[in-house]
T-cell receptor
């Protein structure tokens, strides 16, 4: 692994189904983030984790949950998907300090029908 | 509320110079970032400004004025590969990034 990986690359999901988006990084970064990106809108933060064992809510957390059992993995779960959750989801990580840029995974394109 | 404004789309000619502006109103300020995002790809880091002034990095430069809540990204000697969206993001008092919607830059031959 080099950097951040996300799985799946894309997914079509029926409304009401449960779905977990996976994110793994090998840079030993403490901070990790989940964003969604929709046309015409900026990246919006869903949840974040400053270190393993802790998580926090971002701007648009409703309908999503996360866990951070270890440094490397930060899965995002949609408990019961709805069409408004159709989006491109990016996972990112960063090192310590405000000057550290965020590194992004390749994204997951999710369509909820 | 927190707000980041940047033009939706700009067009420029190969070999020319283009300036992409970003204005912001945020609760606190811990730095401003510029990212490049090609269509269908992830954002990648371009620059970081926390003090007023110009930061130059090759063909790309970024300027910040904290008193005016204003930044710009300057791209020189434009190449076709520079066709992408350019995202402005401000780190607020909670050390979270607030993102603009991005400026789609179209380069014409």
């Amino acid at each position: 692994i080099a950097g951040i990986t996300q799985a799946p690359t894309s997914q079509i999901l029926a409304a009401g189904r449960r779905m977990t988006l996976r994110c793994t990084q090998d840079m030993r970064h403490n901070a990790m983030y989940w964003y969604r990106q929709d046309l015409g809108l900026g990246l919006r933060l869903i949840h974040y984790s400053n270190t393993a064992g802790t998580t926090g809510k971002g701007e648009v957390p409703d309908g999503y949950s996360v866990s951070r059992a270890n440094t490397d993995d930060f899965p995002l779960t949609l408990a019961s998907a709805v069409p408004s959750q159709t989006s491109v989801y990016f996972c990112a990580s960063s090192g310590e300090g405000s000057y550290n840029e965020q590194f992004f995974g390749p994204g997951t394109r999710l369509t909820v029908l | 509320g927190q707000n980041i404004d940047q033009p939706t789309e700009m067009t420029a000619t190969e070999g020319a110079i283009v300036q992409i502006n970003c204005t912001y109103q945020t609760s606190g300020f811990n730095g401003l970032f510029w990212y490049q995002q090609h269509a269908g790809e992830a954002p990648t880091f371009l620059s970081y400004n926390v003090l007023d002034g110009l930061e130059e990095k090759g063909r790309f430069s970024s300027f910040l004025s904290r008193s005016k809540g204003y930044s710009y990204l300057l791209l020189k000697e434009l190449q076709m590969k520079d066709s992408a969206s350019y995202l402005c993001a401000v780190m607020d008092s909670n050390y979270q990034l607030i993102w603009g919607a991005g400026t789609k830059l179209i380069i014409k031959p």
